[in-house]
């Protein structure tokens, strides 16, 4: 079974950023497509980007302005997502997702996370 364990969520400030982390245990990290979702309060929970097993970007609303990026190691573990210029409206818990499918949606992906906070400031 694969488990799969955020962190690097936090307060920060409107302009700011974070890099969040997600490891997987469980299987052989590279043979699993990555990626991360975030739900806001009162929102349904959305793609953000994702990364296939050779590195292939699949990229969502935020991340298409180059202000999220997502990377990999396959020699090394985790998956990182690195969040710069925050607006309170990135506001979420954000969710790292693991799977054999790789796609903008969350059926594609079979591990989830257990989610990490970020809030960000204004």
């Known amino acids: 079974q694969v488990q799969l364990v955020e962190s690097g969520g936090g307060l920060v400030q409107a302009g700011g950023s974070l890099r969040l982390s997600c490891a997987a245990s469980?299987?052989?990290?590279?043979?699993?497509?990555m990626a991360w979702f975030r739900q806001a309060p009162g929102k349904e929970r959305e793609f953000v980007v994702g990364i296939s097993r050779i590195g292939g970007r699949l990229h969502g609303g935020d991340s298409m302005s180059g202000r999220f990026a997502i990377s990999r190691d396959n020699t090394k573990n985790p998956v990182y997502l690195q969040l710069n210029s925050l607006k309170s409206e990135a506001t979420a818990v954000y969710y790292c997702?693991?799977?054999?499918?790789?796609?903008?949606?969350?059926?594609?992906?079979?591990?989830w996370g257990q989610g990490t906070q970020v809030t960000v400031s204004s």
């Open positions: 997702a693991a799977g054999d499918g790789f796609a903008a949606r969350e059926l594609s992906y079979n591990y």
């Open positions: 469980g299987r052989t990290f590279s043979s699993l497509n």
